[in-house]
């Protein structure tokens, strides 16, 4: 193995080892931490094998050369630092949180963002509470994009973080957002297109990549605008930047998108837009992308429970706008 300070990890596979699958082998090195932090680099893409994102499932051949990009840092305890900042509690019991993520604001600690996320707020709030899961990321049991703005699931127990994370793999979480994209959309329809890491750009996702999973995601236009559309979507799966990739593959970009906002269908309308128009969008800080509602089983009674986010003063701000203009 190879480590040049916090820069990533080089490691050699033997052909000895020849049949064993990736995250297996990787624990069974003993170099890189134990099992489940293992799991989470290769679920944020920082674990390559000859260049290539890999799977914790990849059945090795021998001979190939694994690397592993630098993690999330913590303190000397493991835990992410506690930090006062502000923290809008949508929902609170004994076993979970709803919160109200603004948008700007990363999920949990990781490269580049060592602090000011949701994990540093939670553990300055909640200073004497025994989170579970990754030690990394207490009590996290799903993620919003940094610039997405919503409702975003906490678990408080053991239990209740086996439970909630059950039902994201399972499916059966609803999820709703409202998205502001460009192009007109006439009618609702369904994006059935497997989604993985950009084969060029590591920051990014795409329908093109070489190792795919399966993506699907359902949209209904909700108002109209000049060369623009509001939409309700309901991801049925939850990839990184499903909406913002399908939508934008699909022709219809979310606005003010920094990734994946290139050019759409809508193009042509998009250059005779108001001045007006014009303006307010350059108004909007960010993708206009808000994580408006999720439908879960609460992980202890098991009854159905339904929450909702409030449009953030941006969204509500450029909408009202667009309505005027």
Not at 56 to 83: F, H, I, N, Q
Not at 168 to 176: A, E, H, N, Y
Not at 261 to 271: I, K, Y
Request: aromatic share 4%.
């Amino acid at each position: 193995m190879h480590a040049s300070g916090d820069g990533p990890r080089v490691l050699k596979v033997h052909e000895r080892h020849s049949g064993e699958r990736l995250d297996r082998w990787l624990a069974a090195s003993g170099q890189l931490g134990s099992r489940s932090q293992l799991q989470v680099a290769i679920r944020e893409g920082r674990v390559d094998v000859d260049g290539r994102c890999a799977r914790a499932s990849l059945r090795l051949a021998g001979g190939e050369t694994v690397t592993v990009a630098p993690g999330k840092p913590v303190d000397a305890e493991g835990l992410p630092t506690a930090e006062d900042l502000p923290l809008r509690i949508l929902h609170e019991d004994e076993c979970m949180l709803a919160v109200d993520k603004a948008a700007g604001m990363v999920v949990h600690p990781g490269a580049g963002n060592r602090q000011g996320t949701l994990v540093n707020a939670l553990l300055h709030r909640y200073p004497d509470e025994r989170w579970p899961g990754d030690r990394g990321r207490p009590g996290i049991v799903h993620r919003l994009d940094k610039e997405t703005s919503g409702v975003v699931l906490v678990a408080r127990t053991v239990e209740a973080h086996e439970q909630l994370s059950a039902q994201f793999r399972g499916r059966s979480v609803r999820k709703q957002y409202l998205a502001l994209v460009r192009g007109v959309v006439t009618s609702p329809g369904v994006i059935d297109a497997a989604l993985g890491r950009h084969p060029r750009d590591r920051k990014k996702m795409s329908q093109a990549a070489r190792h795919s999973r399966p993506a699907r995601t359902r949209y209904e236009p909700l108002e109209s605008f000049d060369g623009l559309t509001l939409l309700k979507v309901m991801p049925e799966t939850g990839r990184t930047h499903q909406i913002r990739v399908h939508m934008a593959a699909s022709g219809w970009p979310v606005v003010r998108d920094p990734l994946y906002g290139g050019r759409s269908r809508g193009d042509q309308a998009s250059l005779c837009l108001s001045a007006r128009t014009r303006e307010l969008l350059s108004a909007m800080p960010r993708q206009a992308l808000h994580a408006a509602k999720i439908g879960f089983a609460h992980p202890l009674t098991g009854s159905m429970l339904s929450i909702e986010a409030p449009l953030p003063d941006d969204f509500e701000l450029l909408l009202r706008g667009l309505r005027g203009a």
